[in-house]
């Protein structure tokens, strides 16, 4: 091989090459590839253009072939040619005109995709083109729907459109960006100055890069939208007077749209010139309203703007308005990207000025946006539909000559306008006298717009052209018909979707059946109007009860109830009618999307028809004004017909609630049974329609009434479908009828709530926001309910008598479930504000009493000067002024007896919390567009109302669903009462009440344990003290140590309550106004415990100090007996024989008995309690006449005096008293005697308790008696008598002396026993005797010589620590019995007075014994005492925890004593007695260790200290388990009635309350608190059950006093001086006492059963006759008796 003299290349750049041809070859490929599919598309294109040339080619025939075959040119785009050339075939239409271009149509298929790619790479929206966006998520509140910026992105803009265009703002259109940089920069240049020519730059708006056309973004927006956002789109442009978009481009559609649905919502009101005189009006849908339609169209290109001259056109001189986006408008100048072939519309509507409108008659003006010569299709419709088309150009060529020649025949007139260029001008008038025959023109059709042509002139021209072409009976198409010609050129229409077709069909088969509405109601809506009604008005009657008439309450109230039952009944017998059927499938089983066109549906032909019904009825109206006298009957008649012409979709809605209602009420009564319900899915379908944006009806405006069980139902199924997720604020608005209310609430949150037509809001609708989810958690809610009612001082309702109750039952349960209220006004109407003000002041009013505060806004409308807020200060204080004389007035009609203020009532900011907003329209409708400053100061409300509403919601939790329904109830059943106030029952505010009353029970269970200890502790110290050291500084020490106990105790108490309205507890704010009567309970429960506390220490220390001489006594006695052992011990030493055991003894008794014998032993004098009392008595008495006197001497002595039970006699009451009544002496006797017997009786047993309480608390101390004793017993007696309500019970001196003499004389026989049983305790020589086996076991070990040490010690334990040890048990054991009671499985019955009330009648219910019902409702204290007591003995008999509770304590003591034992060793404890001593000292506040047994201890004790203590020690298990064995030995009765804290009574004290009983029925007070501001109870029973009986026929009266409360009854009784008085007045004469009516049929259900089952024997044991009871009182179960209980206790179903 030959060298090349090359060198060889190394290995790694040969790899290098390899790889890059190896490249070069992937990437040649890869353009073989990419050329080869576009050859294959070059291919089909050059098809398409084969086919388009052979089409073209061939000869004219028609124009309208030409149109067809280009609308089909249009739908190539991914067709395979095929079939195109197919369709081609089939159309015989020729095709030929010179100068069209054929490549017009492949030009338009390659740039449609560009719409696709605008939204997605400009505007951000491509996830919007599958899934559309809805009007849901447009109105979904989120931190950008409170933002106003100007849009920073053009991503930004669509958002930005929607938001500001759904606030009715002018600006929606504008698409300018805000760019700070450039703001920066302009600035900056404006800051310099300018040196010279060159500086100055001239402004450009030639750069449009980041703009786009205002058209572009509207038409991507349509694109991205549903149909029913589309709707929403339009009738809102429609408000603004914005241009609607008719026919939309084919963006991704291969057709056109024809935009019917999307305007089928706007409805147009005028006043043609034709009804001027007659001042009549027109109102109709526009796509139903035929009208002449002039178009607008551009051919080739124009120097000026058409759109421009079209606002020119349509608006008057004197107020400009841009209908249409023009070139001069902001971003009117970017070129459009999408919107060309755009047709928009706009029309003009008269108002009746002849000498302002522009046009007599509507006309509609159609703008295409885009050269006809690219949109032939659009145009082409427009020929079809338009009676003139204006065409704007600058020249004819004769390619368009061509294109206009096809025109020919087509009966639509055509102009032209033309700004002529001078090169052109020649050509163009050739063309144009072409033209004359073919298209019929004339002179008036040609218009010339020069550069120098005056527009003003120019426009007024046009006008005059327009106006012309009117007056010449064009043709009035309305857009429905216009649709069948888009339908012919092939174009789509928005609405022919199948879904909205099939909705379409439902609908119109339910509405063709509507001829006349009114008779269609009465015949198709058969269970509302009048059976609603008359329902409506029996609810309202069983509360309050004004027709009752001479019957008896509770009859009538069942006759009542019967007729709501029989209404129930005739509307259950009722089938759905076809159309309801129909209703019922269309929102039940078409799908979400066909449901919504279902019910839109619905909404345009009920309006239409309702619309035509209105106008008709008016018409007849007017003609009888003219034609009629004044005829009142007539008029009236026709003013119902008109009111009942009204027809909507909430009625059909309102119909199936009543289906519901009936049905449901029907099942209840048993009389069908569940599986048999047809309707129970109702409320899961109307839940939906709530979830889909729909408003749900909660007040039926018609019959003024809220469907109850429905709303109820339906709100729990909504509830359940958002998983429980559904906490929501509400708003509300208020004010007088029309003045804009829906409008407002519409412009804020885009609503549109179901308004039928011809009238405003009826009742109240409610509608869902939801909040966005990133938001929620800001916001504090998941939703935003708002709620529109009808308006206050209606004129419809303003003839009604009840009109002004009306009002106020609306505007109190509106504001009651609100958490903002604006209060709407207009300004010019100053009398009805005025009476708005006062009804509002109530509602507030009433509002706060029950806990709940609102906040308040006032919007004041009409009212457009910039400088309003300022100038209106003095009206704003004007208005504060107004409203605190409003308030002061509803305070007064509501009965409340101080003075207030609106502040008062809640918190007004006279600044922040009012409002000025513009009027709606700016000019004068209909051509009026929505005001700017209208919309600008909407959004300010706005924003600063959620702002509020996020404070709002972090000072209390939102309502839930399931609260909102609490609150609808509870508020619907106070309004239905004459006096909301006394009528509210909110089972929120008492489970709130509740929950609190339980809490405080526990702190003040705390408060009463830790007294209970310190006492016990210092008992224990003083008894451990020397007499002599036991002096008055030592009581101050102690009165001391107490009151910073007890004010510790407190602070801690008052803390806890604070802590607990600032943990954010559900439902707190409603019970703020009983934080004070918790704070006064504190205090009072303080002042319990110190005077409690303070008598104890002074009793011990009595004791202690009352030994002090037996003490003596026994020292000397002790001291006696010790010399004498020692004597006998030394003598029986020096005895020679030593004695056994037997001697010992008998040596030893024998000693005992000879110093017994030698020591001065006088017994301690007993006293004759008796005599002592008797004593106090007499001179208690003394001053009582001598009628008392004589009583007391023919009495025998005290103790002896026997009185088993106090009864009542007739010598207790002065008879004379009845002579001074106008009626019959044994009617009067009868009525006299029972009233005052009862209340006599019940005071009797009331202090002969209360007396025997302080007895036996005295006889528990176990110490001596004292003659204090008898004096507190007769100030407690004393005290009672001497009130003024006991005066009126005209007692005589009798009742008063056998009275005393009954409680002195239980008195005196207790203390008695207690007085000899203490001189037994403390006697020397009974306590000597007990220590004589101690000094027999020490005599003869010491005589033994044995180590005593261990017995010593043994004696010890079992002498000394034995009793201290279970004296510290019984001390402990009630404290710990309570709580562990409190831990047991009946917890839940002893947490609050009111849970234990409703526990005892349960159980009361389930034993079902007349005897226990008669103790409960006569003798309540001793029963609730009994049953107590009997609940403890049960508890802790079948369970071993009391003996664990005794375990524990003496467990616990054990250790500490242990733990003293071993820690007492030392110098200063080496003896014994020094070991005890300081033994004694270190447990001196736990144990009482018996000094008696004590010093014998140490009796000739020689041991050690230290062994001594090691004994006990050792000793201490044994010691344990003896004294425990001891208490298991004991009876539980026995081990309750030794405990120093007796757990009946901290029991009792939980749950008894403060003791007061109804005035009427004598039911107990269930107040959570013991200081409270008002006494009440959850039901009330039978006034029969409480002994009373009818005067007349002895009866027993079977009235409950929660229904007379509400009645129209008269009582009276001693408080009223025996006149008459109607029960609802009654707090004029118990003030303290709170009696709610029922508020339900059913509340008071248990103590009717009760009464029913036990009728016979009530009578017998009240010797009366059985009551006549209402026949459904048989009916009642025992089931539903407890269900009533658990209902009236507002008590969950699990507690019960």
């Given at each position: 091989m030959k060298d090349t003299g090359k060198s060889i290349l190394p290995m790694e750049e040969l790899e290098k090459e390899r790889n890059k041809l190896e490249n070069e070859k992937k990437e040649l490929e890869r353009k073989r590839n990419f050329f080869k599919v576009t050859r294959d598309e070059l291919a089909k294109e050059m098809k398409v253009l084969v086919f388009f040339k052979k089409t073209i080619e061939k000869p004219i025939n028609d124009a309208k072939g030409i149109r067809s075959t280009l609308n089909r040119c249009e739908q190539v785009e991914d067709r395979q040619v095929v079939e195109i050339l197919h369709e081609v075939e089939e159309n015989q239409s020729d095709l030929y005109q010179h100068g069209i271009v054929a490549e017009e149509a492949p030009k338009k298929f390659r740039e449609r995709p560009k719409a696709c790619q605008y939204i997605e790479s400009k505007l951000k929206m491509e996830k919007y083109r599958r899934r559309k966006l809805t009007l849901s998520d447009v109105l979904e509140i989120s931190p950008e729907s409170l933002n106003n910026r100007p849009p920073q992105t053009i991503a930004h803009l669509?958002?930005?459109?929607?938001?500001?265009?759904?606030?009715?703002?002018?600006?929606?259109?504008?698409?300018?960006?805000?760019?700070?940089?450039?703001?920066?920069?302009?600035?900056?240049?404006?800051?310099?100055?300018?040196?010279?020519?060159?500086?100055?730059?001239?402004?450009?708006?030639?750069?449009?890069?980041?703009s786009l056309n205002p058209l572009d973004v509207l038409c991507a927006v349509l694109l991205c939208s549903d149909s029913f956002l589309q709707q929403e789109i339009l009738s809102k442009m429609s408000m603004c007077?914005?241009?609607?978009?008719?026919?939309?481009?084919?963006?991704?559609?291969?057709?056109?749209?024809?935009?019917?649905?999307?305007?089928?919502?706007?409805?147009?009101?005028?006043?043609?010139?034709?009804?001027?005189?007659?001042?009549?009006?027109?109102?109709?849908?526009?796509?139903?309203?035929?009208?002449?339609?002039?178009?607008?169209?551009?051919?080739?290109?124009?120097?000026?703007?058409?759109?421009?001259?079209?606002?020119?056109?349509?608006?008057?001189?004197?107020?400009?308005?841009?209908?249409?986006?023009?070139?001069?408008?902001?971003?009117g100048n970017v070129p459009r990207e999408i919107a060309d072939g755009l047709v928009e519309v706009s029309w003009y509507f008269p108002g009746g000025r002849e000498g302002s409108d522009l046009f007599p008659e509507p006309i509609a003006v159609t703008n295409l946006h885009g050269d006809i010569e690219s949109h032939w299709l659009q145009f082409s419709f427009l020929t079809e539909v338009s009676s003139a088309v204006f065409i704007v150009t600058e020249s004819i060529s004769e390619r368009q000559y061509a294109l206009l020649s096809s025109l020919q025949g087509s009966a639509t007139k055509y102009y032209f306008i033309f700004n002529n260029q001078a090169e052109k001008a020649k050509e163009t008038l050739g063309f144009l006298n072409k033209l004359v025959p073919v298209l019929k023109l004339n002179k008036s059709h040609v218009l010339q717009k020069g550069s120098?042509?005056?527009?003003?002139?120019?426009?007024?021209?046009?006008?005059?052209?327009?106006?012309?072409?009117?007056?010449?009976?064009?043709?009035?198409?309305?857009?429905?018909?216009?649709?069948?010609?888009?339908?012919?050129?092939?174009?789509?229409?928005?609405?022919?979707?199948?879904?909205?077709?099939?909705?379409?069909?439902?609908?119109?088969?339910?509405?063709?059946?509507?001829?006349?509405?009114?008779?269609?109601?009465?015949?198709?809506?058969?269970?509302?109007?009048?059976?609603?009604?008359?329902?409506?008005?029996?609810?309202?009657?069983?509360?309050?009860?004004?027709?009752?008439?001479?019957?008896?309450?509770?009859?009538?109230?069942?006759?009542?109830?019967?007729?709501?039952?029989?209404?129930?009944?005739?509307?259950?017998?009722?089938?759905?009618?076809?159309?309801?059927?129909k209703f019922v499938t269309g929102i039940g089983q078409l799908s979400p999307r066909g449901k919504h066109?279902?019910?839109?549906?619905?909404?345009?032909?009920?309006?239409?028809?309702?619309?035509?019904?209105?106008?008709?009825?008016?018409?007849?109206?007017?003609?009888?004004?003219?034609?009629?006298?004044?005829?009142?009957?007539?008029?009236?008649?026709?003013?119902?017909?008109?009111?009942?012409?009204?027809?909507?979709?909430?009625?059909?809605?309102?119909?199936?609630?009543?289906?519901?209602?009936?049905e449901y009420s029907m099942a209840k009564e048993g009389k069908i049974a569940e599986n048999k319900r047809q309707f129970i899915h109702f409320p899961d379908i109307a839940a939906d329609l709530m979830l889909e944006g729909f408003p749900l009806e909660l007040i039926d405006g018609d019959v003024s009434s809220i469907p109850l069980q429905w709303v109820t139902d339906v709100l729990t199924q909504l509830h359940d479908k958002l998983g429980g997720r559904s906490k929501m604020l509400v708003l509300t608005v208020l004010g007088v009828q029309s003045t804009g209310k829906s409008t407002l609430l519409n412009t804020m949150f885009g609503l549109q709530f179901a308004v039928s037509s011809g009238r405003c809001t009826r009742g109240a609708f409610m509608s869902l926001i939801k909040v966005a989810e990133k938001f929620q958690q800001e916001l504090g809610c998941d939703f935003l309910l708002v709620i529109d009612t009808e308006g206050l001082k209606a004129p419809?309702?303003?003839?009604?008598?009840?009109?002004?109750?009306?009002?106020?039952?609306?505007?109190?349960?509106?504001?009651?479930?609100?958490?903002?209220?604006?209060?709407?006004?207009?300004?010019?109407?100053?009398?009805?504000?005025?009476?708005?003000?006062?009804?509002?002041?109530?509602?507030?009013?009433?509002?706060?009493?029950?806990?709940?505060?609102?906040?308040?806004?006032?919007?004041?409308?009409?009212?457009?000067?910039?400088?309003?807020?300022?100038?209106?200060?003095?009206?704003?204080?004007?208005?504060?002024?107004?409203?605190?004389?409003?308030?002061?007035?509803?305070?007064?009609?509501?009965?409340?007896?101080?003075?207030?203020?609106?502040?008062?009532?809640?918190?007004?900011?006279?600044?922040?919390?009012?409002?000025?907003?513009?009027?709606?329209?700016?000019?004068?409708?209909?051509m009026a567009p929505v005001n700017m400053g209208y919309s600008e100061k909407v959004y300010e409300l706005k924003k600063y109302l959620f702002e509020f509403l996020k404070g709002c919601s972090q000072r209390r939790s939102p309502k839930d669903i399931p609260q909102f329904i609490e609150w609808v109830r509870s508020l619907w059943n106070a309004v239905k009462h004459e006096n909301f106030i006394f009528s509210f029952r909110n089972s929120l505010v008492a489970e709130a009440y509740n929950q609190l009353s339980v809490k405080y029970a526990e702190w003040e269970w705390d408060f009463r344990k830790m007294m209970h200890l310190w006492v016990s502790k210092k008992e224990t110290f003083i008894m451990n003290q020397s007499p002599d050291k036991v002096d008055t500084n030592v009581l101050t020490k102690l009165k001391t140590e107490e009151q910073e106990k007890l004010r510790l105790e407190e602070q801690k108490i008052l803390a806890h309550l604070k802590q607990y309205f600032e943990s954010g507890a559900v439902n707190l704010h409603l019970i703020e106004k009983y934080k004070e009567d918790f704070r006064r309970s504190a205090n009072g429960?303080?002042?319990?415990?110190?005077?409690?506390?303070?008598?104890?220490?002074?009793?011990?220390?009595?004791?202690?100090?009352?030994?002090?001489?037996?003490?003596?006594?026994?020292?000397?006695?002790?001291?006696?007996?010790?010399?004498?052992?020692?004597?006998?011990?030394?003598?029986?030493?020096?005895?020679?024989?030593?004695?056994?055991?037997?001697?010992?003894?008998?040596?030893?008794?024998?000693?005992?008995?000879?110093?017994?014998?030698?020591?001065?032993?006088?017994?301690?004098?007993?006293?004759?309690?008796?005599?002592?009392?008797?004593?106090?008595?007499r001179k208690d008495l003394e001053k009582r006449g001598s009628a008392a006197w004589q009583m007391l001497e023919s009495a025998t002595s005290l103790p002896t005096y026997k009185t088993q039970n106090f009864k009542m006699k007739e010598e207790y009451f002065d008879l004379k008293v009845i002579r001074g009544f106008r009626i019959s002496m044994s009617g009067m006797k009868e009525y006299f005697t029972h009233e005052c017997w009862n209340k006599a009786e019940a005071l009797a047993m009331a202090l002969i308790q209360d007396c025997n309480n302080y007895t036996k608390g005295k006889v528990n101390c176990k110490a001596d008696y004292d003659e204090t004793y008898s004096r507190e017993l007769l100030w407690i007696i004393n005290e009672q008598l001497q009130q003024a309500k006991v005066e009126k019970l005209h007692t005589t001196p009798c009742f008063e002396v056998d009275l005393?003499?009954?409680?002195?004389?239980?008195?005196?026989?207790?203390?008695?026993?207690?007085?000899?049983?203490?001189?037994?305790?403390?006697?020397?020589?009974?306590?000597?005797?007990?220590?004589?086996?101690?000094?027999?076991?020490?005599?003869?070990?010491?005589?033994?010589?044995?180590?005593?040490?261990?017995?010593?010690?043994?004696?010890?334990?079992?002498?000394?620590?034995?009793?201290?040890?279970?004296?510290?048990?019984?001390?402990?054991?009630?404290?710990?019995?309570?709580?562990?009671?409190?831990?047991?499985?009946?917890?839940?019955?002893?947490?609050?007075?009111?849970?234990?009330?409703?526990?005892?009648?349960?159980?009361?219910?389930?034993?079902?014994?007349?005897?226990?019902?008669?103790?409960?409702?006569?003798?309540?204290?001793?029963?609730?005492?009994?049953?107590?007591?009997?609940?403890?003995?049960?508890?802790?008999?079948?369970?071993?925890?009391?003996?664990?509770?005794?375990?524990?304590?003496?467990?616990?003591?054990?250790?500490?004593?242990?733990?003293?034992?071993?820690?007492?060793?030392?110098?200063?404890?080496?003896?014994?007695?020094?070991?005890?001593?300081?033994?004694?000292?270190?447990?001196?506040?736990?144990?009482?260790?018996?000094?008696?047994?004590?010093?014998?201890?140490?009796?000739?004790?020689?041991?050690?200290?230290?062994?001594?203590?090691?004994?006990?020690?050792?000793?201490?298990?044994?010691?344990?388990?003896?004294?425990?064995?001891?208490?298991?030995?004991?009876?539980?009765?026995?081990?309750?009635?030794?405990?120093?804290?007796?757990?009946?009574?901290?029991?009792?004290?939980?749950?008894?309350?403060?003791?007061?009983?109804?005035?009427?029925?004598?039911?107990?007070?269930?107040?959570g608190t013991s200081v409270h501001e008002q006494h009440s109870a959850s039901v009330h029973r039978p006034k029969g059950l409480g002994t009373w009986?009818?005067?007349?026929?002895?009866?027993?009266?079977?009235?409950?006093?929660?229904?007379?409360?509400?009645?129209?009854?008269?009582?009276?009784?001693?408080?009223?001086?025996?006149?008459?008085?109607?029960?609802?007045?009654?707090?004029?004469?118990?003030?303290?006492?709170?009696?709610?009516?029922?508020?339900?049929?059913?509340?008071?259900?248990?103590?009717?059963?009760?009464?029913?089952?036990?009728?016979?024997?009530?009578?017998?044991?009240?010797?009366?006759?059985?009551?006549?009871l209402p026949e459904d009182w048989h009916k009642i179960t025992k089931e539903q008796a407890l269900e009533s209980l658990k209902e009236a206790f507002a008590l969950k179903p699990q507690t019960g």
């Open positions: 669509p958002w930005c459109f929607l938001q500001k265009l759904l606030a009715l703002n002018q600006t929606a259109r504008s698409t300018n960006l805000k760019h700070r940089a450039l703001d920066d920069q302009i600035l900056s240049v404006d800051n310099e100055e300018l040196d010279s020519q060159e500086d100055i730059i001239l402004f450009s708006d030639t750069d449009t890069s980041d007077q914005f241009a609607l978009p008719l026919l939309l481009p084919a963006l991704d559609t291969p057709k056109c749209t024809l935009m019917l649905w999307a305007m089928r919502d706007i409805v147009k009101k005028w006043r043609p010139h034709s009804l001027v005189e007659s001042r009549g009006f027109r109102e109709e849908s526009l796509v139903l309203t035929a009208m002449p339609t002039v178009s607008f169209v551009r051919l080739g290109s124009c120097s000026f703007s058409k759109s421009q001259l079209l606002n020119e056109l349509l608006s008057p001189s004197h107020q400009h308005h841009n209908f249409f986006i023009h070139r001069d408008m902001e971003s120098t042509t005056n527009k003003a002139t120019f426009v007024k021209y046009l006008q005059s052209a327009v106006a012309a072409m009117m007056k010449s009976s064009p043709k009035g198409m309305n857009i429905e018909a216009m649709a069948v010609s888009a339908r012919e050129l092939g174009i789509q229409i928005d609405e022919d979707g199948e879904e909205c077709q099939c909705a379409s069909k439902y609908a119109k088969e339910i509405t063709e059946e509507i001829e006349d509405v009114a008779q269609y109601k009465s015949k198709n809506m058969r269970l509302q109007g009048e059976p609603w009604n008359k329902l409506a008005k029996v609810e309202k009657e069983i509360c309050q009860l004004r027709r009752q008439g001479e019957i008896l309450i509770e009859n009538y109230k069942s006759q009542l109830k019967k007729e709501l039952l029989e209404l129930r009944d005739q509307q259950s017998k009722h089938d759905l009618t076809n159309g309801l059927s066109y279902f019910l839109k549906w619905m909404k345009f032909c009920l309006d239409h028809i309702a619309r035509e019904n209105l106008s008709k009825l008016r018409d007849e109206y007017k003609e009888k004004c003219k034609n009629s006298k004044n005829d009142p009957k007539m008029f009236a008649e026709h003013d119902k017909q008109i009111s009942g012409s009204s027809l909507g979709v909430e009625h059909f809605m309102r119909e199936l609630g009543q289906f519901y209602e009936a419809e309702l303003a003839k009604l008598e009840d009109s002004y109750q009306h009002d106020n039952e609306l505007a109190t349960l509106v504001v009651g479930l609100s958490d903002i209220t604006i209060v709407n006004m207009a300004m010019e109407n100053a009398t009805e504000m005025k009476d708005v003000l006062q009804i509002v002041s109530h509602a507030f009013l009433r509002m706060k009493e029950i806990g709940h505060k609102p906040n308040c806004q006032f919007v004041h409308q009409n009212v457009s000067d910039v400088s309003a807020h300022d100038q209106n200060m003095r009206d704003r204080k004007h208005l504060l002024e107004q409203l605190d004389e409003m308030t002061k007035a509803a305070a007064k009609m509501e009965k409340k007896c101080r003075e207030m203020k609106f502040s008062d009532i809640m918190d007004y900011d006279l600044e922040k919390h009012n409002w000025y907003i513009p009027g709606l329209w700016h000019g004068v409708p209909p429960l303080r002042n319990e415990l110190e005077s409690y506390s303070f008598s104890k220490l002074q009793e011990v220390i009595k004791i202690r100090k009352s030994r002090h001489k037996t003490d003596a006594i026994l020292s000397d006695y002790k001291r006696k007996i010790e010399e004498k052992v020692d004597r006998l011990l030394n003598h029986c030493r020096k005895s020679k024989c030593k004695l056994n055991n037997d001697e010992q003894e008998k040596e030893f008794g024998n000693m005992w008995t000879e110093t017994l014998s030698e020591l001065s032993l006088i017994p301690l004098p007993k006293c004759n309690i008796g005599k002592d009392m008797e004593f106090h008595l005393k003499l009954h409680i002195l004389g239980d008195a005196a026989r207790a203390f008695q026993k207690m007085h000899e049983d203490f001189i037994k305790e403390i006697d020397p020589l009974q306590r000597l005797e007990k220590l004589k086996p101690q000094y027999l076991s020490t005599f003869k070990a010491v005589y033994s010589e044995k180590d005593e040490c261990q017995n010593k010690a043994w004696n010890f334990c079992d002498q000394c620590l034995r009793p201290a040890l279970v004296d510290h048990v019984n001390k402990r054991l009630g404290t710990e019995i309570v709580d562990d009671f409190l831990m047991s499985e009946r917890s839940i019955e002893y947490s609050s007075r009111k849970f234990f009330q409703f526990f005892v009648l349960e159980q009361l219910l389930e034993e079902n014994d007349f005897n226990n019902y008669v103790q409960y409702t006569r003798n309540y204290v001793n029963f609730i005492k009994t049953r107590i007591q009997r609940h403890l003995l049960t508890h802790y008999r079948q369970k071993a925890s009391l003996g664990d509770l005794e375990k524990n304590i003496l467990s616990s003591i054990i250790k500490k004593l242990s733990k003293v034992l071993k820690e007492s060793k030392g110098e200063k404890t080496k003896t014994v007695p020094s070991f005890l001593d300081n033994l004694c000292e270190m447990l001196q506040q736990d144990l009482v260790i018996p000094k008696d047994s004590l010093e014998v201890i140490l009796f000739k004790n020689t041991a050690s200290a230290d062994q001594f203590s090691v004994f006990i020690l050792n000793f201490i298990p044994d010691l344990e388990k003896q004294v425990l064995s001891s208490f298991e030995k004991m009876e539980i009765e026995s081990k309750l009635s030794e405990l120093k804290v007796k757990p009946q009574d901290e029991m009792f004290k939980r749950v008894f309350g403060c003791g007061k009983q109804c005035p009427f029925c004598k039911v107990p007070c269930e107040a009986r009818w005067i007349e026929t002895k009866k027993l009266c079977y009235d409950i006093c929660s229904s007379s409360v509400a009645s129209n009854n008269t009582f009276r009784c001693q408080e009223t001086k025996w006149e008459f008085h109607p029960y609802k007045d009654y707090r004029k004469f118990f003030p303290d006492w709170c009696i709610q009516p029922d508020d339900s049929i059913k509340a008071s259900d248990y103590w009717k059963f009760v009464f029913k089952e036990f009728n016979e024997d009530f009578a017998k044991e009240f010797q009366a006759l059985p009551a006549d």
